[in-house]
């Protein structure tokens, strides 16, 4: 079975400063890892993803993501948030045998003016 | 590439009555994926499609929820009987052929019952 822990329900960060959004799996095999983002009564989407190969992706609206086996972590990271950054995010994971997609519960970034 | 679409975004019905929902995913991916989702939580795997053959199921699924994927191109969720706790999103994804490609999103449909 596989499941990903979003630890925290909310996180706020004031505009221009950096930015943090955590996540741990759990996975029999190889993970496969995804960060989607959702606005209110839309959709998710897609930011950025860890196959395989560095540890540190990038992905789209300069958000960028570190892989960490040992930790079985995949937090996402930005350097200076944006006001328009405020919205759910979503960490994923499947394992490569699957195409079964399983979701945190979100965590909610607002960043304040 | 014009977008995952969902039809319609939202649909309001009584407690036992029928519902279905259509997808139409980006007109070059092989796969398609439904998925639920309710207030506060993440996306639930529900089933996927590869072409016209259906692949995988969740428990979710019951029997009276039943997915379409005719000729491998738009899809169908319905719901037969609809009860309360079937108020949710309805989130539809399509992908290309390949493990590594991420899954897009189509905006949803959300089901409220009355």
């Known amino acids: 079975a596989q499941s990903v822990a979003q630890p925290e329900d909310q996180v706020n960060v004031a505009e221009g400063n950096p930015l943090t959004v955590k996540c741990t799996y759990s996975?029999?095999?190889?993970?496969?890892l995804f960060w989607y983002v959702q606005y209110p009564n839309r959709g998710l989407q897609f930011l950025l993803k860890?196959?395989?190969?560095?540890?540190l992706v990038k992905g789209s609206y300069g958000f960028e993501a570190e892989f960490n086996k040992s930790q079985t972590s995949f937090h996402l990271k930005k350097p200076s948030a944006l006001v328009s950054d405020s919205a759910l995010y979503f960490c994923?994971?499947?394992?490569?045998?699957?195409?079964?997609?399983?979701f945190g519960k979100g965590t909610k970034l607002s960043v304040i003016p | 590439d014009t977008g995952v679409s969902q039809n319609p975004r939202h649909k309001i019905t009584k407690r036992g009555q029928n519902v279905t929902f259509r997808c139409d995913p980006i007109?070059?991916?092989?796969?398609l994926y439904w998925y639920r989702q309710t207030l506060g939580q993440g996306p639930e795997f529900l089933t996927y499609?590869?072409?016209?053959?259906?692949?995988?199921k969740s428990r979710l699924l019951s029997d009276r929820f039943s997915a379409e994927r005719p000729k491998g191109s738009f899809s169908t969720l319905e719901i037969q009987r609809t009860e309360q706790g079937d108020s949710a999103m309805y989130l539809c994804?399509?992908?290309?052929?390949?493990?590594?490609?991420?899954?897009?999103f189509g905006d949803g449909t959300r089901l409220s019952i009355l």
């Open positions: 499609f590869q072409n016209e053959a259906q692949l995988e």
């Open positions: 007109s070059e991916h092989n796969r």
């Open positions: 860890y196959i395989t190969g560095d540890n």
């Open positions: 994804a399509s992908s290309r052929d390949s493990t590594t490609q991420p899954q897009h």
């Open positions: 994923a994971v499947r394992d490569g045998g699957s195409y079964q997609l399983t």
């Open positions: 996975v029999s095999g190889n993970p496969y």
